[in-house]
């Protein structure tokens, strides 16, 4: 330990650990045990690794869900004088070969990578190279399926942390109720001794919680809120459109702040996290694509202008306010108008069970490549089955629940199909000379590109009878000799196959339903939660003590009182009803059914009218650009599924001809005379677009 504690003063400029920072480490270096940490934000995880990288003699693998949060990292330690990388999509060839070439070399203490990195088989052939002392893994959360963050390929870190003999395996989160630490620890073989976790209750923070009937209301409510700051100020929003419209409502009151959300240009994204971080009283309006990775000690407030979706973003976003210990407010608005919004974003993932019957039947039937695998284009799937991949991973999820409920299948590495290679030095002339039969296949496949060549690997195994796999290994080998640099397109994910799939329709289909139940259920799991979040707020106990109660720490808050909440404050807590009940427009029905002709899938249409764009939709030009897509954002979204039924069913779920439109302006926000007008055609980074073309709206809040 105590290179440790030189390292932490030369390295990073502190006297001492905090927290359980000294203990994580100690189990790391001198036990050499897993351990998982549990800190909340801003409680210093990235030490807990980061120290004991520059201790051990090997590579620390890190695995962290976030391009730009890795980027940061990165540029952080590089500015402390270590050797760190990144290795992702967004690297040119000669950036890639760069890292690779440090990572063979042994200089690269500290290496991130996203998850599904793991599954590259170049990556995973270099990994085999050298020794990995240390595998961090970062947002360990999204390793549960009891998690609001689960991801698929979170399971697989586990599989690869054994089968690479990794040394030992760091987890972190910030955001783990008991249920999910149960998981993680079971997953990595973590002991209870192993686990650090330090409450998430922080003192200075002041839990707020305000009731508005209207965006108007809130907006009058929040302009005293940001003239009375003594600090940063960062605002979060739903919609990637409510952040230029909440600027635009500030500016005449003489507030200036900036807007952040994913769908702006990198470039901008930076300059306004820049100046924010350089900013004494900055405002950022922005959906939760700001704040990963912001380590500013004086924000001092946090205002959730639209409730958030679970409670373990609520507390990772809190806090992120008064991280230099002094007293600073987080105040959630609860607002009936912005349920459907939040509902949108929990049934957008399910898609429609004949679709899922049409996507096993194109499994089922597909011939086994020769080493007996599957191999499939996720993006092709997506469109031809109206199954969202890009942002949610659905498509991943149905394979996953193949793989890990049914032991159908079992995803491994997967390949690119086309590959640019370029020569390094008198690289080709190495290849030129390689007789083997790999290399003469490779060889005569290539197709001049300029000064490099292109090969279809999968076209060029078919020609020559050998199998891909092996002409992938060896163009990997080539760049690892320094021969050349080669970048990879045209992904294709791969399958073991553990047990023949159904091919019975009858079986198909029962399968089908099955994977539809879960979906179902994970909707409802997502209504769940924004449930929670509403009992949070409204509860009649303090709010800092039902956060800690929530992950599993009910004696952090001494007395089980705050002081600062607004339950404390008050000796109440507020009043709140979501349950607006907006009946369906049948002409509003009518209307959809003109603009989009199909029949046999009525939740695809209940989609189109409350807003959630889908592949099929997005192809069809029936999504964020058309009049009418978000009208009926207002009304219960079951209840639309069942009166779009009774349409589809008249027309026997059969397609109708696309009958003329009206044309239709749409709705701008900044003319919500009623205050609940959100506009149409609006869009958020996760998928989900919200938008109305009625005043007065609200929606039916149930409890499920």
Known sequence: MEKAHQVLKDVFGFPSFKLSQQAVISRLLVDSENALVVFPTGGGKSLTYQVPALCLDGLTLVVSPLIALMKDQVDALVNRGVKAANLDSTLSMAQSTLVKNEVMSGSLKILYVAPERLNNEGFINMMSRVTISLLAVDEAHCISQWGASFRPEYLKI??????????????????????????????????KEGIFRTPVFRPNLSLRVKVAASLDQKLDLLIPLLKGRSGSTIIYVTLQKHGEEILNHLMPHGIVASVYHAGLPSEQRAQVQSDFMASDIGIVVCTIAFGMGIDKANIRQVIHLFMPKTLENYSQEVGRAGRDGLLSDCVMFLSPPDIPILEGFCRGDTCSERDLQLWLQELSLKEPAKDGTLDFNHYKQMKEHDIRYAQQNVLNLCYAQLELDYGYLRAITPFYSVYEIAPRGNGWASILSNKSKVGTAIRSNCRPKGRKYEIDVVNAAAASGLDKIELTKQISNWELDGLIDFKASQVRARYAVLKPLPKDTAEIMRMAGKLHSR??????????????????????????????????????????MCGRCTFCLAGQSVEFSGQIVVPIDPAQIQAILRACPERNDPRLLARMAFGITSPRLTVNKWSTSHPLFGSMVSVDFNSLISAFDVECKKANYEKAEPLPTPTAKKRAYSSHSGGNDYGSGSSYSGGYNGGASSRGRGSKWARR
């Open 519 to 560: 979906m179902l259920k994970r909707e409802e799991e997502g209504i769940e939660k924004l449930r929670q979040v509403i009992e949070f707020a409204t509860d009649q106990d303090c709010l800092a003590h039902n956060l800690a109660k929530y992950f599993g720490d009910e004696n952090a808050v001494p007395d089980g």
């Open 158 to 191: 586990a599989r690869f942390a054994g089968e690479q003999n990794v040394e030992r395996v760091l987890c972190l989160t910030a955001t783990a109720t008991p249920t999910v630490s149960d998981d993680i620890c079971q997953s990595f073989c973590i002991a």
